[in-house]
Structure formats: structure tokens, C-alpha cells
């Protein structure tokens, strides 16, 4: 044997740097100390040293609000974010629990002190307080949720789901109807429920069978819906008692639950709501675990993103496609039905205005991941909510609010979420040869 | 089970892969398929399984007719198989891939992890092909992923197993193991179809050899025929299995590589202070059981992955910092390991997957536009120089047998001036004939003076080619030696050890056998790939 050259050297590589764990760090460092310099902003230009809030209950003469001394609150906050932010440059922040949750407290910690900064120096006679977002952010979430859950299961089978939107709408339409018929409105549930269920199976149909191209397909299942309630409204007389008959529902009543519904906060926004909204929890637990845990849920993740290996092991691919999209409906039915019974009672055009797009964002910013897009959902609602109350203020263009949800989601894909990664043969129809 | 296959046809579009094909596989029978790239071998088994439905012919099972619409079918026949193009699912863990399709539950539907854990934690003891449950199929390298899809078709206790080139990716000690779990199979009556284009391995397990050519059965022989003689009835002509190569030129230093350290993305240190440098003209090889650090250490060279710290020079000039493109630029040329990730766009013709790092040359654009004649032109001569047997230049390379796929990476890599030549296993399932060519052309880039690494798990590879071996385990270059060590001594060095035979102290705790010790730490250092 002939050695060349024997490169046996020690190990000096415990001090090396991962270049891409550098690059996380910095855009951190950076993130943070932008959000703190906006904190230290407010705090600098709020002149106002008090602002009332309001976190349960109505506003009458005899209440008495809370206070926030605006600049304590606003300098603590600054110097928080401050405080992570460094811990960050000095490469504490690695990914796992403790970053998760500095990265809400920061988040909370903006979000108050953006909240005081809008409802402080207003020039009005009777000061606007601050009242808790939470209740709405709930109500408003529902149906995004259950939209969310609908778009996890289709795509995570393969099958892309645009027509959420529709969805929302048919269900929406006949749970009105069926209520209105029956007086009742849990059958209008029922009806929301199967009217989500038949564009799903519109949907299975054209894209499963014919191979249909899905985002074309599901743009004109949405226009389809669209089409399809506002004629059957149409077709509706304007005469008191037949519309009593099909566009009058009764609406769903807010159940308390017993002691739960009296937590400070949260209480209320959770657990005094209509039964829909706990039909939405139990849902998300159950697809999570649908997916995650069952036999069933394993072949619907294989068959979106391998159909081909799923086959090989003898799995039908098609019928678990089939089953996933019309389970789907279930929910998307669900979740139109929020936008009559579930709140304003009779169907308008366009009830559902647009929401089952942003309950298709959630999927994706929740990465096809049942809770992660729950909690993209509630983000969204949140934000929406907040808007809502912050229209009534008039310090910020309302038109400005209504784009910052969908900018930090922008901000927050594209920064921390990482690369976003659909199931691999999402809108892939599958053929043998 | 006896299998019969009777005139079964395959056609696609006017192309006939099948061509009335007739076979006979006995009970406890291990029966070798022989034949070039595109010959039709794994057509005929994936109509066998269900996955292709064929176009004329029958499948007799212990002479009674069965039709397998679906692989469901073929499974409930009792039919296994090993699949050329793996059938794994990349995020699920190696337990949930295996289990997949009849999925161990608690009752009502709910997965058992658990057992199915404990159950690929047994059949990789019983069959020694180390894999770790918990960890995921798209992290581990293509060996591993190999040893899975081979445990996913024997948990099937199936009584005709089809093996499509279950080889091309193991290490010799892994061929062993496989041929003696074959040989055990065998005595218990499983009938075997084996596919593999390493003649060896037909020779020391097969009973039975059929060679197929162009879609149509050639002959049948024994494994007592000579190399020579099968390699030849393959192909069609005379192959020599070793080439011919001339005492190197060495130029200048070509490719300068200094303390490399490369960080994995599990944040482990993969490759560590590595360094050497090829020079004009010459051939180094990096020997290594997979999963020592190769694959990242080519990645590195490419500038698919910043090195965390160290120097690569290209004749002097530092390339370090450059990304993947300017790396090509630089006149690098890549073969890589895993062809179908990072060698082609299946979905792509032929004809485009030709020009894929070349379409910027002045030679294939015209402004913003593709110069579709050259295109064209260019397609011609590589089909034809590199015997590249496909429908046409238009048909997708997703439609190309395996072998087909890497010679049509390889045409391109080799089509451009190169000054550095990197080649991840460059001959991976190519047939006989076409590794002969392969290598004829890697050594004339040699002599053309381009500096070459050949990165390869395969020994009889490396011996063939390289005018210097360096040997990695662990993610370090542990020696660097001439070819004409022996190969015992090169196989010490792989497995952590001395050349002079004194192994690495943690390497010699195990039973002192490199087989078990090199299988062993390979799954380690997979999961931290
Ligand atoms: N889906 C398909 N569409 C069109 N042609 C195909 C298709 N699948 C395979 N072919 C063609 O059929 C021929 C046989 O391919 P096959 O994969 O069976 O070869 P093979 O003998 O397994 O070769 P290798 O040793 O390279 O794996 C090839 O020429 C290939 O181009
Ligand atoms: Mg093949």
C-alpha cells in the first residue's frame, strides 16, 4: 500500500457556524428590533396619558372602565421586544417552545400597544374605549375555521380546493331554506351541510373522474354557486308570508356553558356562543385526529402525496380522493351555514362575501396542517374583528386596517414560516396507463 | 407458486416495450432477468403487479389464469415487489411507509405506531438492514431508502417476490446480506424474480437466467455461463468489463479543496476539515459507504450548501461563495447521485432535458428565445453518441427506463467544456454495455485534461477509473492511497479502520466484523444526513 498524503486532522469543528442558522438569526434580530422601534414610536408620540377599556359586558352610564396609563404600558412592551430581540442576536432564539412563545408575547405585546396607540390623543367629545376583541374574533372565525379544515382535507387527499367560497355560499342558501321551512334551526345546519357536501361532489366529480384542471375548476364551482342562490333568491316572491316560509330563519341562540363561560377574557368569546361554534371545536379536533392518527387518514395523506406508491400497496386512490373531498363538504356546508343561521338569519347576495378565499389562505398559511390553519383562521378573525372596532375610532383609514392581516401573513410566510410546502401531488389527478 | 407468463404484450403508443413474452418462474426458484437499459424488464413486472395493464397475454399462477387489474390484486395473489423508482412516501417515517395499506390499529381505525415501530424494528434484526423507524424517507440517503422499500415487500411475506434492481444502491456488505435473506427465502419455497445489472451477484444466486433484448426473450442460460458470454448475450456484442485507460497526464491543480466543514440541516457537522485537490488530467476517487459524508461534500462543491468554514478553489480562484449556476459557469460539470432529484425534469422531453444548464449558451438561444434547431440538432448526436434508447427526442424522460434517465445526464454533463468533472455514482443501473461507454468517456474527459472526482460506494467503480482514492468515513478523508492497495485494505478504511488493520477503537467494539460495523454506523450517520 502507498499512502499519498495522510490528511488525519483535530476536530475544530464545534466553534463553526451554520451559515443558514446565521441568516434565521439575523432576520430576527432585524424583525425585532423594527417591532420595537414601532413600540418605542408610540410610546414617543402618545401624549395622552390615559385610555379606558371595557372587557366585558355592555357600556352604560353606571359603568365604570378600566385605565391604562398609556406610557408605562407602551415602554414596558418596547423593552420586552427589545429584550428578545437581543436574545435573538445572541442566537438564544433557536427553533423550539421558548421561541414559539416569546415570539406570541411579542406579537401580543404589538398588538396592545398598537390598540392603545389607536385609541389615544383622539380629538372627540366622548372617548371610545377599548372593548374586548375577542367575542367577535370567535364569531367571525367559525366559518373560516370549518372552510380551513374543509381546504386541509381536500388538498392533503390531492385534490385542490378553491371553491370553498362556493361552499360557503350553497351552504349558506339552504341551511336558510331549511330552517325557514321547518322551522327549525338545527335542521338548517343539516341543510347547510348537505348543500356543502353536493358541490363537493361536483368537485370529486370533474377533477377525480374527468381530470379537470382544479383551480380552474373550482373558480367556476364558486361562480357556479354564486349563480345558482342568487337565481334561486330571485325566484323567491316578495310577499311577506312565502318568504317567511324560505328566506326567514330562525337563528342559532348562544348557549352558556356553565362556569366555563364565566372565565375573565376569554369566557365569553368561547363559551357563550351557538352550538356552531362548538361544532367548529369539535371539528378541529376531529380531523386532526382523523388525519393524524387513523388508518384512513394515513391513505389520505399517502394518496396526496404519492399516489402512485399508495397504489402499489393496494390502496384505492381515487375512492380515498372521493371520500376525503365529499367529507370536506361537511364542513364547508358547516361553516356557510354560519353566514344565516349561524348570525344574520335570511340569505343576502353574496352572504359569505368573499371569506371562503381567506379561509383557503388560512389553509395555506397553516401549511395544510389542521390546527396550524385553526390558528391562522382565529388570526384572521381576530384581525378582522379589530378592525371592526378600530372603523369606529377613525385614526387609522379603515381601508389600511382591512390589508394588514393579509400583509403580516405576507410578512410572516414569508419570513418565519419557512418554505411552504403543499402535499406533493396536490392537483395532480391520478392516472394509470 | 408457480408463475407462467404467456405472450404478454406491452405497447406504448407505436412503441412495443413487450413483446410476447413468455416465462416461467418454479416454486423456490430464484430466476435472474438480464438485459441492456429499456430492454422491457420492468414493464413486464409492473404488468405482473397490476401497475401497467398489458396489452395482449396472460399470467397463469399454478396454471390457473389470474388478471391483476390493480397491485390490490396482485398483493391478495400473493405477489411482493421491490420497485426500480422507490414507492416511498417522502414525509411519512420509515414505520408509516412500511405499514401503509395494511396499517396495524387499535380497533376503530386508530393507528397503532407502536407495533408498527416494533414490527420494522424486527424485520430489520431478522433480516440485518439496520433502519430506524422514527426517521423520515425524504432525510435518509438513497441506501437507506433502498433497505426500506426491500423491508416494505418482505413484511408482505409474499410467495412470488419481484426484486427490480434492489442492488444498484447497496454496499457489498448490504448485497450480502440481501442475497443470503434471497438464498433463505428460496428454501422455503418463495418463488424470485431478480433484476439486477451486476453480473456478479447472477452468478453467485441465480438458477435460472433469461435475457431480454429489445422487448423480446433472447435465451435463456445458466449461471455457470462465463461474464464474457452474458454480457454478450445482453448486448448483443462483445462488452469488456474493465477499460482501457493510459497512465495519467497531470496538469496543474485543478480543483483545490482546504479544511471543508459542512453543516447538515440537522445541524450536525457532516463533513469535517476535509481536504485534497485533483489536478488536470487526472481521476481522484472518494470511496465511502454511503453516508459518510460524500453526498454533502459533492453539494458543497456545487454550491448547493454553504460550507460552514474551508476554501474551495477552482484553478485558484475561490468558488466558495458561489452558488450553484456560477459554479457551472465555472466550467464544473455534475453527474449527481440522485438523478431523478437533482438530474433531470422528469416532466421534460428528451430534447430539453439535453440543454437544461446549457439553454443560456449563445449556441441554444436566440435573445429572450430557445434556438429550437440547435436544439434539436443537439438531441440528435447525443441520442445517437450516447445510445440513448428512447421513442424520440420528444417523448418525456419520466417515460425512460432507469438507465436511459442517467445517460441522458450523463450526454448532457459531458457535452460542454469542463474543467472539473464530478460524477456521484455515474453508472448507477446502467447495463453492462453502457458502463463500459460511461467509462471510456469519463476517462477521455481525462485525457482532454479535465480534472475528475468520482464519487462512488461502488469498488469495482472506483478501481476501474481512479489514479488516486481517497477513502471517507465519518465525514472525514481518512487516507488518500494509490489504486493498487488491495481491496481488503480499502474496505478496512471504509469501515473507520486502519489500513495497516488496526481499526479505529470505536469501531472495533462491535464483533470486529467490517460488515456489521460499516451497516451499523451508516444508519447513524443517515439520520443526521
Ligand atoms: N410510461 C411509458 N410511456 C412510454 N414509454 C415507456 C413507458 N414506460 C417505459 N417505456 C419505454 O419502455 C421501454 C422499456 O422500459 P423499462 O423501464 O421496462 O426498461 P428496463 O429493462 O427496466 O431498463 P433499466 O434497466 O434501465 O431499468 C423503454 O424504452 C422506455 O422508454
Ligand atoms: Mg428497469
Redesign the interface.
Known sequence: MSTVTSLRTPDATDTVRDPAEMQRRVKLTVTLLLVSAIIFYFWWTIDDEQVFYLLSGERTRDTVPGEISTHPVTLTCGIVVLVAAVAAALGLMRHGATTLISMLVVGLAFLLCFVVWAYSDLDVAFKPWITNPLPGTFAVATPLVLGALAGCLCERAGVINVAIEGQFLAGAFFASVVASLTYSAGAGLLGGIIAGIGISAMLALFSIRYLVNQVVLGVVLVVFAQGLTNFLLDQIPNDATIKAYLNEPPKLQDIAIPGLSDIPLIGEAMFDQTILVYLMYAAVVFVTFVMFETRWGLRVRAVGEHPKAADTVGIKVRRIRWQAVLLAGVFAGLGGAYYTVGSTGSFDKNASSGNGFIALAAVIMGRWHPLWATFAALFFGLMSSLRNQLSLVDKIPSELLTMTPYLATVVAVAGFVGRVRPPAADGEPYVKS | MQLEIRGLTKR?GTFTANDHIDLTIEPGEIHCLLGENGAGKSTLMNML?G???PDEGQVLLDGKPAKFA???DA??AGIG?V?QHF??????TVA?NI?????Q?RG????NRASAAALVRELSDKYKLAVDPASLVQDLPVGVQQRVEIL?ALANNAEVLILDEPTAVLTPQEIDELMSIMDSLRNNGTSIVFITHKLREVKAIGDKITVIRRGKVVGTTEPTASEPDLAEMMVGRGVKLVVDKDEPEVGDVALDVK?L?V?GTR?T?VV?????DVRAGEILGIAGVQGNGQTELVKALLGLV?P??GQIQLEGRTISRHGPRQVLEEGIGYIPEDRSHDGFVSSFSVRENLVLDLYKHDEFSRGLALNQQAMTTNAQQRIEEFDIRTQSMNSSVSALSGGNQQKVVVARELSRRLKVLIASQPTRGVDVGSIEFIHQRIVAERDKGTAVVIVSTELDEIFALSD?IAVMYDG???????P???RD?IGLLMAGGD?KGAAAPEERSGSGATAAGTAGFDEETAKNA
Open positions: 406504448f403487479y401497475l401497467l395493464d390493480t397491485p390490490g398483493i391478495e415487489m420497485h414507492m416511498l412516501v417522502p414525509v411519512f408509516e405499514m401503509l395499506g395494511r396499517e390499529t376503530l381505525g386508530v393507528l416494505k479544511n466543514t453543516i445541524g457537522t469535517r476539515n476535509v481536504s485534497f454553504r460552514a468554514s488516486r472525514r478523508i481518512v487516507d488518500i492511497v494509490s493498487d492497495i488491495l485494505e489500513a
